[in-house]
């Protein structure tokens, strides 16, 4: 008869040693036992059989041995074992390892995003727009910060983006010849002198 076992039952099994290496002897099974088909089992799908421990990959696999254990729990380990993983504290690693298990994933979200904005902020030079808006971008979407601190950087960003386009707003609806006041677009005059403004402090504070 085969048992699973449940939270309290696991505590008196464990650390009995897993059958079949603690893989999923289903998966291999019905993987016509194929070196492919060798897939770890889970310790939350564990059933003692024969007095015999074996995990199962998944749900399906654990209803599956309990159809017919006897299918599956005296099948041989292949020869050639998948190569054990090892865990591996990621300080340990050089640098460029080190960003890759890290940061890579955020800084390649803000490098695309700010590759899809082209940011320009006024009086500030093509490459310190783009830093900017890169480090704006990981402050907002830093999944360590508190939710406080990535809300008040997303409002940080959205500002920052939105002096951005005031070059373009302005170079949309202006031209050489002068446009008295009442042909001027409603908020013209308002975002000139936004943008006027920026030059005196031409870098968003922090």
Not at 84 to 95: F, H, N, Y
Request: hydrophobic fraction near 35%; proline fraction near 8%.
């Amino acid at each position: 008869k085969a048992v699973v076992s449940t939270q309290s039952t696991g505590k008196q099994l464990f650390p009995k040693e897993l059958s079949f290496r603690g893989y999923c002897p289903v998966t291999y099974v019905l993987g016509h036992k194929r070196y492919e088909a060798l897939t770890p089992g889970s310790r939350d799908h564990v059933v003692l059989y024969a007095e015999e421990l074996f995990s199962m990959k998944d749900e399906g696999a654990l209803e599956h041995f309990l159809r017919q254990p006897w299918r599956f729990n005296e099948v041989p380990l292949p020869a050639k074992l998948p190569p054990a993983k090892i865990a591996q504290d990621v300080r340990t690693l050089p640098m460029l390892g080190y960003m890759e298990q890290t940061v890579a994933k955020a800084i390649i979200e803000a490098m695309t995003s700010c590759s899809d904005f082209k940011p320009k902020y006024p009086y500030v030079n093509a490459h310190k727009s783009a830093l900017l808006y890169v480090a704006y971008h990981l402050k907002a979407h830093n999944p360590k910060a508190t939710a406080y601190s990535r809300e008040k950087y997303r409002k940080k960003l959205e500002r920052y983006k939105e002096h951005c386009q005031l070059i373009q707003y302005l170079g949309a609806n202006m031209n050489r010849r002068y446009r008295p006041e009442p042909e001027r677009p409603i908020d013209f005059n308002h975002k000139m002198d936004e943008f006027l403004a920026l030059k005196n402090h031409p870098l968003p504070t922090s």
